[in-house]
């Protein structure tokens, strides 16, 4: 499984941003699909994940409210759309996806085994 993350860029705070995650190769629409971000001298966090149907979602409390996950079986992507966007939100983003179906524990990045190259989003004015 092939993960490219896309959609970061620059946003003033209060602003959007969509991340979408495009996943090639085999077996997308039978596994979880998490969020995570790392900033600058900080270990990489979970944002969000979402399980196999989109029947389930996960966020961290510190985006709850604001961020929502989606997925599109049909396309094999999967969304973060961000709302009211701060600069502590300011980090690079990545997608992962582990080599079972489902995780223990959604956001521990131990649990992952296929992972994105990051796409950088950044909150400033």
């Known amino acids: 499984l092939q993960l490219v993350e896309s959609g970061g860029g620059l946003v003033q705070p209060g602003g959007s941003l969509r991340l979408s995650c495009a996943a090639s190769?085999?077996?997308?629409?039978?596994?979880?699909i998490a969020w995570f971000r790392q900033a600058p001298g900080k270990e990489r966090e979970g944002v969000s994940a979402?399980?196999?149907?989109?029947?389930?979602?996960y966020y961290s409390d510190s985006v709850k409210g604001r961020f929502t996950i989606s997925r599109d079986n049909t396309n094999n992507t999967v969304y973060l759309e961000m709302n009211s966007l701060k600069p502590e939100d300011t980090a690079v983003y990545y997608c992962?996806?582990?080599?079972?179906?489902?995780?223990?524990?959604?956001?521990?990045?131990?649990?992952?085994?296929?992972w994105g190259q990051g796409t950088q989003v950044t909150v400033s004015s």
């Open positions: 979402i399980n196999r149907r989109g029947r389930r979602t």
């Open positions: 190769g085999h077996g997308f629409e039978y596994v979880m």
């Open positions: 992962a996806a582990p080599d079972g179906m489902d995780v223990r524990r959604w956001d521990d990045i131990d649990e992952y085994d296929y």
